[in-house]
Every structure is written in structure tokens, then in C-alpha cells.
Nanobody, 117 residues
Framework: QVQLVESGGGSVQPGGSLRLSCVVR????????MAWYRQAPGNQRESVAR???????GYADSVKGRFTISRDNTKNTVHLDINNLKPEDTAVYYC???????????WGQGTQVAVSS
């Protein structure tokens, strides 16, 4: 049974930083291309960062230079380091495989990021 457990969100001021983490259980993590997604109120879920099994990364234009995705295959974990947070980064952040969920329709509980002064 697959489990995605996200953590690390919080309420921060503009310009602040956070490190999000996601543990993947129930799958062989090292063979998965992974991504971080986010969903703001009233918006569709969007991919913001992705990392392949070989460690190649890609980012949405809106987060380039501020977000860094990484993975630790020994701990079945994918991280998202977020710097210079902006109010428009406010959203619930989720991890999942890329380009589609590990299990169709399954998402973890996500972790809330709120940016305001």
C-alpha cells in the first residue's frame, strides 16, 4: 500500500525559507521520477519541481532560482528547499511521482505553506 507523507510546511514572512520533505512508503522509491506539486485555493494542482531517477531536475518558471528539489534514495525521501518565499507561493504542497501519480487518484495529505507579512 502506497503512502506519501509530506511535512515541513508552515507560516512564514515574505523572503523566508522552508524545507519540505516527503517520505514514500510501499514502492521502490529509487525507480520513480518524483515531483513536488502545489495547489492554491481556487486553482488547479500544478507541478513546480521534478527530479528524475538520475537526479536531473526541472522547475516551473515561477520558482526557478528559488526552489531546489533533491532526493535521498537511502531514506525514500524527496525534499524541496524553498527560498525567498513570496505570497503567491501560498498553497498546499504535495509530492508524487511524475508525470502521473504513483497510484491513480492517490495523493497524500500535503503540507500547508502560508506566506504573509
Amino acid at each position: 500500500q502506497v503512502q506519501l507523507v509530506e511535512s515541513g510546511g508552515g507560516s512564514v514572512q515574505p523572503g523566508g525559507s522552508l524545507r519540505l520533505s516527503c517520505v514514500v512508503r510501499g514502492r521502490v522509491f529509487s525507480v520513480l521520477d518524483m515531483a513536488w506539486y502545489r495547489q492554491a485555493p481556487g486553482n488547479q494542482r500544478e507541478s513546480v519541481a521534478r527530479i528524475t531517477t538520475r537526479g536531473l531536475t526541472g522547475y516551473a518558471d515561477s520558482v526557478k532560482g528559488r526552489f531546489t528539489i533533491s532526493r535521498d534514495n537511502t531514506k525514500n525521501t524527496v525534499h524541496l528547499d524553498i527560498n525567498n518565499l513570496k505570497p503567491e507561493d501560498t498553497a498546499v504542497y504535495y509530492c508524487n511521482s511524475f508525470p502521473r501519480p504513483i497510484v491513480p487518484g492517490y495523493w497524500g495529505q500535503g503540507t500547508q505553506v502560508a506566506v504573509s507579512s
